[in-house]
């Protein structure tokens, strides 16, 4: 079974930018379909951005439209989120997960990171 660890998380000032990075172990990442998640303080898990098995399909929420951009490396069994433009409402706690296929919804996710902390400041 494949396991998720996400880095790149921090503090940063509005405006700027933070790439987070969610590496797979094991050899059957490029298998998956793969997304970023967050949870702010005190609200419900949001979808953010997803990408298909061989990264020819992308999904995006409309807060992620324009700023946010989801990649993957399957050499490196790497997933990557490049966010550009932060707000301090993208202040929260990013996760990644795999799945069967690229989705909008947390539940076509089985395996899931311990998620990172991402704090914009005004």
């Known amino acids: 079974q494949v396991q998720l660890v996400e880095s790149g998380g921090g503090l940063v000032q509005a405006g700027g930018s933070l790439r987070l990075s969610c590496t797979a172990s094991?050899?059957?990442?490029?298998?998956?379909?793969m997304g970023w998640f967050r949870q702010a303080p005190g609200k419900e898990r949001e979808f953010v951005v997803a990408?298909?098995?061989?990264?020819?399909?992308?999904r995006d929420a409309d807060s992620a439209k324009a700023r946010f951009t989801i990649s993957r490396d399957n050499a490196k069994n790497t997933v990557y989120l490049q966010m550009n433009s932060l707000k301090p409402e993208d202040t929260a706690v990013y996760y990644c997960?795999?799945?069967?296929?690229?989705?909008?919804?947390?539940?076509?996710?089985?395996?899931w990171g311990q998620g990172t902390q991402v704090t914009v400041s005004s």
């Open positions: 997960a795999a799945g069967t296929y690229s989705s909008g919804s947390s539940s076509a996710y089985n395996i």
């Open positions: 094991g050899r059957t990442f490029s298998n998956y379909a």
């Open positions: 990408i298909s098995r061989g990264g020819g399909i992308t």
